[in-house]
């Protein structure tokens, strides 16, 4: 009897598992990295240190207020500085302190309000996961998978988005333990392989949320490696 009984304890979070859908999941991973529901209130400033072979680090200071509506950002690499600064509709950019600089050094280092807006979308929906698949326009596969990505087992969540939102379609890796996200992958075209993964590492809590401190970049097709980020406060 015992002998069944411990086997029951064993069997059970399998079991409870394999009956969870996509959305609890979801709710798993986020009381896990946000316990205390600060995101949508998230005003706070990270650095990220993007380092890639045969380049030079480029480092980013992001300052993110999503009650106000403002994200800046400082991107220093090399001998280029540039910031860019949107709030709400407003966008202002600078280089090496400069807003009057010409033409030519704005297409030099690509400076326009686009790739800003680019840049805010970025950071905020990758550092604001797994948050941020609560945003309309994202969809949740109601089933989960469990399987193994090299070499450990995962708790793995599908989302697809609405045609106005996006078409790629993203893979997030969960601890079958702990809840937390460890790898998130994504394709343009899944029978193409095509697309990234990124291995994720460390921790860092930001304004009571845990981010994930480092980020290395792979492509799917040939495991090429792309870059690592370093997330610090």
Known sequence: MLRYLHLSFLLFPILAQSQMSGSKLLEKAIEFHDPNGNWKSFNGH???????????????????????????????????????????????????????????EAEKHRLNCERGTMYKNYYTYLYGLPMKLKDDGTLIDPEIQRKKFKGKEYL????????????????????????????????????KNDGEYILLSGMEEISGIKMPKKRAWYYNKDDKYLGTDILER
């Not at 001998?79 to 600089?101: A, M, P, Q, V, W």
């Not at 045609?163 to 333990?177: A, H, K, L, M, N």
Request: charged content about 25%; some cysteine; proline content about 3%.
């Open 46 to 104: 990270f650095r990220v240190t993007m380092q890639t072979p045969n380049s030079s680090d480029r480092i980013s200071d992001i300052y993110l207020n999503l009650p106000e509506q403002l994200f800046s950002l400082k991107v220093d690499k090399d001998d280029t500085s540039y910031t860019y600064t949107i709030e709400k509709d407003n966008c202002s950019i600078s280089l090496h302190g400069r807003t009057d600089f010409s033409k030519q």
């Open 156 to 191: 793995v969540l599908k989302a697809t988005y609405e045609q106005e939102v996006g078409d790629d379609i993203w893979y997030f890796y969960f601890d079958p333990t702990t809840y937390a996200m460890k790898v998130y992958q994504f394709y343009h075209d899944e029978s």
